[in-house]
């Protein structure tokens, strides 16, 4: 008995399209209805973020950052910030850092809401979108609340904070905490345990270990592949040294290591690890500290070269700033870590069918903004 | 008898260590100011020598670069050793410097090499230096060991080749084309060598320090605003 082949046939998924996350195209070669190849065009939101910035002076880059992973501007904010600082030696006091991995960590639980709420609907699953969407909702508000913008914060600066916490934030964030840890039990019974949801994803899409780390795959699809590889915990920066928590890893709890459904399960693990992390840094936040205290007045750093990798919600977000010593960056280049994760999608959804696409597609996360620049 | 001297010149010592200087010569017996001159000369070398000992143990912290330094180092050691002419001009503690001919079989080798096993490519980032030159940047991290090394390699603008390291990370098979798209720089080697970012038409290098807008694309007149960004 021979395999049987159908006629080899290519199909576009994209560029428009509500499954792929942004302005993607998609060039599939079927056989059958089983893949043979994907081949991603990207460069549909390309906007020369990189050639911006050495045209405009460093605090004008925060801006640009926020516009590259919009679901997640207040890491790339962070990432940006860390970098500058190592690369011109300034110290910032606590309640700077600790607001900071405050705002990130909200981020990051804002940032997997909508991951594993969109994951769903790609799936078909509509409701669990909107009880996702409900509560990242409150989480925006927050944000509102400190800087006054929902989406695009530029808010953390080089050495320091466009403001400092309004009054009633850190009541509000433990309300709003209280209210969201058993909101997370919900949505894990809600979709993880959805027998169609585990159909569509378990068993599917498997990522070996190795697989991952050649193509630079990090962050949560990496954690899902079985490898306990957080920058927080290896590499931290920050404060995140001074706090407690746990790396979540794909356990192959409904199938396979490394398959879908464990990429879902690891960001849903994260978030309750993030709401772990909020409150202890709620708890040491200093009363006093004056956030603009370390701004320097000019940007203007020494020349030399820092490469620096921050954990963001999707993987490791790495900055290369090369400074010649004016007030422009010579050279900036963001290393994004959901353009490397796109870049493993031919290699794992080959052989998968059709439909299995979107599910693998979805269970990555990927960003468009963050991928093109 | 004797007690009382050891007595008066333990004093006087202690005295003239905290900074009295008189309190030896005031000793009015002369044996008794000549050992208590003694004890104090014996003391004072005791003392340095302590701050000696709390120098040394202070003095292999400060030898001890951090880890990535020390990282650079020991791979700038072994490169030198194994590929001894692929080192490109001053090397320093920060990154290592290589000539483009032999990228491929070092890339292989700081790979497989046990000691180092840099299984991740972290960054691929191209790079114009100015006065024609080009310079494609490497960050490697270990997953095994917990290190980073940075690799600069440098070409002329006018024949940017460095091989393609694509088959060894695949991950740098889409780095490497972005800085293709963004500096021109030709991977050799490289399977699927094409624009990613840009159009597949677009013209010219657009991170390069030289680079000129061209004047339409399609019939669509490309904007030039060089103004405006201040």
């Not at chain 1, 699953?125 to 989480?139: K, V």
């Not at chain 1, 899902?224 to 794909?250: C, Q, T």
């Not at chain 1, 921050?310 to 007030?327: A, C, K, W």
Request: one cysteine or more; glycine letters at 8%; a negative charge.
């Amino acid at each position: 008995m021979g395999v049987v082949h159908g006629q080899e046939m290519v199909l576009n998924i994209g560029p428009q399209h509500p499954a792929t996350h942004g302005v993607l195209r998609l060039q599939v070669k079927t056989d059958g209805e089983v893949i043979s190849e994907i081949t991603p065009y990207l460069g549909y939101l390309h906007r020369c973020f990189e050639k911006h910035c050495e045209n405009v002076s460093y605090e004008q880059v925060i801006p640009f950052t926020d516009r590259c992973d919009y679901l997640a501007s207040m890491t790339m904010n962070f990432g940006y910030v860390v970098a500058m600082e190592q690369l011109m030696d300034i110290k910032v006091n606590d309640r700077v850092q600790y607001i900071r991995v405050i705002m990130a960590e909200l981020q990051r639980i804002a940032s997997h809401l909508l991951a594993t709420g969109v994951f769903g609907l790609d799936l078909g699953a509509f409701t669990p979108f909107l009880h996702m969407l409900r509560d990242r909702e409150r989480i925006i508000d927050l944000f509102e609340m400190t800087c006054g913008a929902r989406l695009l914060y530029n808010y953390m600066w080089v050495g320091g904070l466009s403001h400092d916490l309004p009054k009633g934030f850190v009541e509000e964030t433990l309300r709003f905490l209280d209210y969201f840890e058993p909101k997370v039990d919900e949505f894990e019974n809600l979709l993880g345990h959805n027998k169609i949801f585990v159909e569509r994803t378990a068993d599917i899409g498997i990522m070996p270990a190795e697989v991952a780390i050649n193509y630079g795959v990090t962050g949560p699809n990496l954690r899902a592949s079985g490898i306990k590889w957080d920058l927080r915990k290896d590499d931290p920066y920050s404060v995140y040294d001074r706090l407690d928590f746990d790396v979540p890893i794909g356990l192959g709890i409904k199938g396979t290591v490394g398959d879908s459904w464990d990429r879902f399960y690891v960001r849903l693990q994260e978030m309750r690890q993030s709401i772990n992390i909020v409150r202890q840094a709620i708890d040491k936040l200093p009363k006093d500290g004056d956030v603009h205290q370390s701004m320097p007045k000019k940007i203007r750093p020494p020349k030399g070269s820092i490469y620096s990798r921050t954990e963001s919600p999707r993987g490791d977000l790495g900055y290369y700033i090369e400074s010649d010593g004016s007030d422009t960056p010579y050279r900036l280049k963001m290393r994004s870590p959901a353009f490397t994760a796109l870049g493993v999608l031919n290699e794992i959804a080959g052989g998968w069918l059709m439909s299995d696409v979107l599910a693998i597609l979805g269970s990555l996360d990927i960003v468009l903004g963050e991928i093109d620049r | 008898m004797s007690e009382d001297k050891q007595k008066l010149i333990n004093d006087a010592v202690e005295k003239a260590l905290a900074g009295d200087a008189d309190a030896v010569n005031n000793i009015e017996d002369r044996v008794t100011r000549a050992k208590a001159k003694a004890a104090l000369v014996k003391a004072q070398r005791e003392q340095p020598k302590k701050e000696d000992s709390n120098d040394d143990a202070s003095k292999p912290d400060e030898k001890e670069p951090p880890v990535s330094n020390n990282t650079v180092q020991k791979v700038s050691a072994s490169l030198a050793a194994k590929f001894p002419k692929s080192l490109d001009g001053e090397q320093n503690s920060d990154w290592i410097q290589l000539k483009p001919e032999n990228w491929f079989e070092i890339a292989k080798w700081l790979k497989d090499n046990p000691d180092f096993y840099f299984d991740s490519l972290q960054c691929n980032t191209g790079f114009d230096l100015g006065e024609g030159l080009l310079e494609s940047r490497y960050n490697f991290h270990s997953m095994k060991h917990l290190h980073c090394v940075e690799i600069r390699i440098r070409v002329s603008a006018e024949k940017p080749d460095i091989p393609s390291v694509e088959s060894l990370w695949r991950v740098a098979d889409w780095f490497e084309r972005e800085t293709y798209d963004m500096f021109g720089i030709n991977f050799t080697g490289h399977s699927d060598l094409r624009r990613i970012l840009l159009p597949e038409d677009w013209e010219g290098w657009p991170l390069r320090k030289d680079y000129e807008e061209q004047e339409t694309y399609h019939g669509i007149v490309v904007p030039k605003v060089k103004e405006g960004w201040e």
